[in-house]
């Protein structure tokens, strides 16, 4: 069975950093693009950041542009999301799946708070 395991979230000041990780089980993944995705208490989950299968071709939503970073490691079955920069409204529950998502059910995510 495909597992999607988040981790790395957490309590963190504006201004700050945090880096997510995504272990993939039960299947490779090196042949499948990639994504980060976030849900906001009360708002529809949303794409946050996509990389190729390869890692050389990445893209992000506008609002975390010049902020995050993905990326990944196909050797060990990892994808990474940086975030720096961190603002209030990147509060969420942050998930990653291949891109667009096809693994179902999603992980559990990983929650991630910003103070002001």
Request: with cysteine.
């Amino acid at each position: 069975q495909v597992q999607l395991v988040e981790s790395g979230g957490g309590l963190v000041q504006a201004g700050g950093s945090l880096r997510l990780s995504c272990a993939a089980s039960g299947r490779t993944f090196s042949s499948y693009a990639m994504g980060w995705f976030r849900q906001a208490p009360g708002k529809e989950r949303e794409f946050v950041a996509g990389i190729s299968w390869g890692g050389a071709g990445t893209h992000y939503a506008d609002s975390v542009k010049g902020r995050f970073t993905i990326s990944r490691d196909n050797a060990k079955n990892l994808v990474y999301l940086q975030m720096n920069s961190l603002k209030p409204e990147d509060t969420a529950v942050y998930y990653c799946n291949t891109n667009p998502p096809t693994i179902n059910p999603w992980g559990q995510g990983t929650q991630v708070t910003v103070s002001s």
